[in-house]
């Protein structure tokens, strides 16, 4: 079983700010990692697939990069509805597709 | 537009049943890969199960092996989860995901059904 280990649990950021997220695959995944937004109530949102491409919709101030086992997720300007929590999923190792356990970002 | 929308849910007492429903629309359903999600209250995802576009292949998670089954109708446009033997654990929103493609991630969810396992 492949571990998704996130960091950090919590950042907080201020409006404006770059915000950083980083995701750690316990053994490669190769680029096939998905970055997900999840707003309090609702259900996750897809942001990025295949470690950097944007999903439709996207905001460009949302970037991702990174393989095998080293991923980040990054917000270049943070607005207003970015404060969620986001979770990085692996779907390398199928189908039994693991999720960090998530780092959630809140306005500093 | 595509959309995914769960029901089912509900309060059972441990051991007890439920089924929960996904009623998909604005895609072609026979054409894609589903899954399962869960999420405990204030935890994170957990992958619970895949069914293929034709449900000839499916998978579980080790945590509901023997206990959960899906089942998709296509003329229905339709995904099920067949919940038995429930326990306190399997309390949790239950989200139904379209795959984007074979072996991949999770493209459109529905906004999820809480199933409340207690006595």
């Known amino acids: 079983e492949i571990v998704m280990t996130q960091s950090p649990a919590t950042l907080s950021v201020s409006p404006g700010e770059r915000a950083t997220l980083s995701c750690r695959a316990s053994?490669?995944?190769?680029?096939?990692l998905a970055w997900y937004q999840q707003k309090p109530g609702q259900a996750p949102r897809l942001l990025i697939y295949g470690a950097s491409t944007r999903a439709t919709g996207i905001p460009a101030r949302f970037s991702g990069s990174g393989s095998g086992t080293e991923f980040t997720l990054t917000i270049s300007s943070l607005q207003s509805e970015d404060f969620a929590v986001y979770y990085c999923?692996?779907?390398?190792?199928?189908?039994?597709?693991?999720f960090g356990q998530g780092t959630k970002l809140e306005i500093k | 537009q595509v959309q995914l929308v769960e029901s089912g849910g509900g309060l059972v007492k441990p051991g007890g049943s439920l089924r929960l429903s996904c009623a998909a629309s604005g895609f072609t359903f026979s054409d894609y890969y589903m899954s399962w999600i869960r999420q405990a209250p204030g935890k994170g995802l957990e992958w619970v199960s895949y069914?293929?576009?034709?449900?000839?292949?499916?998978y579980y998670a080790d945590s509901v092996k023997g206990r959960f089954t899906i089942s998709r109708d296509n003329a229905k446009n339709s995904l099920y989860l067949q919940m038995n033997s429930l326990r306190a654990e399997d309390t949790a929103v239950y989200y139904c995901?379209?795959?984007?493609?074979?072996?991949?991630?999770?493209?459109?969810w529905g906004q999820g059904t809480l199933v409340t396992v207690s006595s």
């Open positions: 999923q692996q779907y390398n190792n199928w189908p039994r597709r693991g």
């Open positions: 053994q490669s995944v190769s680029s096939n």
């Open positions: 069914i293929s576009s034709s449900g000839s292949t499916i």
């Open positions: 995901a379209r795959e984007a493609a074979a072996r991949s991630y999770f493209q459109h």
